[in-house]
């Protein structure tokens, strides 16, 4: 139904002018070639860009983390592993369930602004560079991870845990020794799988001004410098432009 919808063109993709302006945008990619740019300043800005995407991560994954737990139906809420009592009308289980509503909102909040919209947002209050760039890698990516660090939480096992509940282990012990080592693992695969789709999105954050290789792209797009965007967006080029310098 959507591509009866759009109706695409398909003649378009082998009509004269496309193949001549691929044509075009090829003869002027190669050889590539950084105009105007040594290699130590490109790999300052590599290492800025790897910088954004190393403080983006770790702030949303040390928060998702900590708001992973209250927004699991199965901590807080009424016969919960940090909730034990089981009753339904308490003053304890509504505020599970407001902590739970309202943490799941910030994630979803979090989440459905991309990134480069987070970046215009934080470039409105702080000067362009890293720290914009940063924060707003961070604040899509903690939707992200809260996430699927929230359904980890809620998949855990609990025969083991409810076997230490029903010892009279204290939560704040069960949480220590039986929750987090148990999940601590999973947290930090999501956290590295993310972490490499952040270092791409440094890309995107930083055609809106945010710094990083990402404004060099966005200069170089510009002035239709199609061989400098090539070495620019393509990091195995570094090395074969150092040996040349």
């Known amino acids: 139904m959507s591509f009866w919808y759009v109706s695409p063109g398909l003649s378009k993709l082998w009509s004269p002018r496309t193949q001549e302006l691929l044509g075009d945008i090829a003869q002027g990619s190669f050889p590539p070639q950084i105009n105007g740019l ?62 739970l509503v309202l943490t799941r909102i910030v994630l979803l909040f979090c989440r459905a602004i991309p990134a480069p919209i987070w970046a215009i947002v934080a470039l409105f209050v702080l000067f362009p560079g890293i720290l914009p760039g940063a924060i707003a890698l961070g604040l899509n990516n903690l939707g992200i991870l809260g996430r699927l660090m929230t359904e980890t939480n809620e998949n855990l096992e609990k025969p083991p845990l409810e076997a230490l509940k029903a010892q009279g282990t204290p939560g704040t012990l069960l949480f220590l020794y039986g929750i987090l080592p148990i999940n601590l693992p999973r947290f930090l695969a999501y956290i590295l799988y993310r972490w490499e789709v952040c270092i791409r999105e440094t890309v995107m954050v930083g055609l809106v001004g945010a710094g990083g290789l990402g404004l060099l792209l966005t200069e170089q797009l510009s002035s239709f410098d199609y061989s400098s965007v090539v070495v620019t967006s393509n990091p195995r080029f570094l090395t074969n432009l150092r040996n040349h310098d």
């Open 38 to 99: 040594q290699f130590p300043q490109l790999l300052t800005l590599s290492i800025q860009t790897l910088a954004m995407s190393i403080l983006g991560i770790a702030g949303a994954g040390i928060a998702g983390m900590v708001l992973s737990f209250p927004a699991a139906h199965n901590f807080l809420l009424p016969g919960g592993l940090l909730n034990p009592n089981p009753k339904a009308l308490t003053i304890a289980s509504v505020q599970g369930w407001t902590i």
